[in-house]
C-alpha cells in the first residue's frame, strides 16, 4: 500500500514562493505516475501537476507556467515548486500517487496524502 505524507504548506504573500514535498512508502517515485492535486471549500478536487516514470510533466492551465513538479529518486519524494502564488492558489494541496492519464488528464487516483494547507493573503 503506497503511503503519501504531505510537508511545506503555510502562509504565504501574493507573488511569493512555496515548495510542497510528499514522502512515499510502499512504491517508489520512478515506477508509478505521481502528482498533487488542490482543493478549495465548495469547489471540486483540482488536477494541478503530475510527473511520469519517464519524467514527462502535465500542469493544470492555471498554474503552468508558475509551478513546477520534480522528483527525488534517491529520496523517494515528489515536490511542488510555486511560484508567483496568487490568492486564488489557496487550498489543501494532496499528494497523489498511481494517477492515470488519458491525454494528460488524468482520470483515477489510487493513493492519497492527507494534505497539506496552502494559504495565499496579504
Known amino acids: 500500500q503506497v503511503q503519501l505524507v504531505e510537508s511545506g504548506g503555510g502562509l504565504v504573500q501574493p507573488g511569493g514562493s512555496l515548495r510542497l514535498s510528499c514522502a512515499v512508502s510502499?512504491?517508489?517515485?520512478?515506477?508509478?505516475?505521481m502528482g498533487w492535486f488542490r482543493q478549495t471549500p465548495g469547489k471540486a478536487r483540482e488536477f494541478v501537476a503530475a510527473?511520469?516514470?519517464?519524467?514527462?510533466?502535465y500542469y493544470g492551465e492555471s498554474v503552468k507556467r508558475r509551478f513546477t513538479i520534480s522528483r527525488d529518486s534517491t529520496e523517494n519524494t515528489v515536490s511542488l515548486q510555486m511560484n508567483m502564488l496568487k490568492p486564488e492558489d489557496t487550498g489543501i494541496y494532496y499528494c497523489?500517487?498511481?494517477?492515470?492519464?488519458?491525454?494528460?488528464?488524468?482520470?483515477?487516483?489510487?493513493?492519497w496524502g492527507q494534505g497539506t494547507d496552502v494559504t495565499v493573503s496579504s
Open positions: 510527473i511520469s516514470p519517464d519524467r514527462a510533466t
Open positions: 510502499g512504491s517508489t517515485v520512478t515506477s508509478i505516475i
Open positions: 497523489a500517487g498511481g494517477i492515470t492519464l488519458i491525454l494528460g488528464r488524468p482520470s483515477r487516483v489510487t493513493s
